[in-house]
């Protein structure tokens, strides 16, 4: 399988919100409801933010959001605070116990 | 609180055999449903899942590297470990382990990642 597509980076300002596109195919993304979105500060574990699709874990705080469309998932971080600057990675489920990943985005607080 | 880390070689030779240990705590993997992945990241690219074992010993793999991975765990030592053969520099990546419920499509917990160098 094919590794999602990210934009490599995007940006905004504190209390903006920012959007987060991950594409993939009729195979992944389109064909099941289990995206997951993990957020990770290098050198430190991953974090699960968002899972099936709009799903938020225990702690995570309601300022982040998924949702999709089609073949594309998207995360939203509204109201963007400096710790929220990190690397995000989508991953869908691909059938037959796989899973893919998203090249990764990385979110810069300006 | 569930807590994952990885140990291992940082540095292995090309067709060498890497072995990674995944060392847990907070869960037990003879709990029903329960499975613990491996996934690498190497640098500047996406991450990849690589296997999983479940609580009832059922494994699955990434079926491009199948034939080159085994992974096993050890319940009494809360530990999972990974066997990759024929290592090659195109493996140098960060390796991390994850925890996973059954039922699930995703990790909820993972370790920092140890960083794996393929070089002669």
């Known amino acids: 399988q094919s590794a999602l597509t990210q934009p490599a980076s995007v940006s905004g300002s504190p209390g903006q919100s920012i959007t987060i596109s991950c594409t993939g195919t009729s195979s992944d993304v389109g064909s099941y409801n289990l995206v997951s979105w993990y957020q990770h500060h290098p050198g430190k574990a991953p974090k699960l933010m968002i899972y099936e699709g709009s799903k938020r874990p225990s702690g995570v705080s309601n300022r982040f959001s998924g949702s999709k469309s089609g073949n594309t998932a998207s995360l939203t971080i509204s109201g963007l605070q400096a710790e929220d600057e990190a690397d995000y990675y989508c991953c869908s489920y691909a059938g037959g116990s796989t899973l893919v990943f998203g090249g990764g985005t990385k979110l810069t607080v300006l | 609180q569930i807590t994952l880390k990885e140990s291992g070689p940082t540095l292995v030779k090309p067709t060498q055999t890497l072995t990674l240990t995944c060392t847990f705590s907070g869960f037990s993997l003879s709990t029903s449903g329960v499975g613990v992945g491996w996934l690498r990241q190497p640098p500047g690219k996406a991450l990849e899942w690589l296997a999983l074992?479940?609580?009832?010993?059922?494994?699955r793999y990434n079926p491009s590297l199948k034939s080159r991975l085994t992974i096993t765990k050890d319940t009494s030592k809360n530990q999972v470990v990974l066997t990759m053969t024929n290592m090659d520099p195109v493996d140098t990546a960060t390796y991390y382990c994850?925890?996973?419920?059954?039922?699930?499509?995703?990790?909820?917990?993972w370790g920092q990642g140890t960083l794996v160098t393929v070089s002669s």
């Open positions: 074992i479940y609580w009832d010993d059922d494994k």
């Open positions: 994850a925890h996973r419920r059954g039922g699930d499509y995703h990790y909820d917990y």
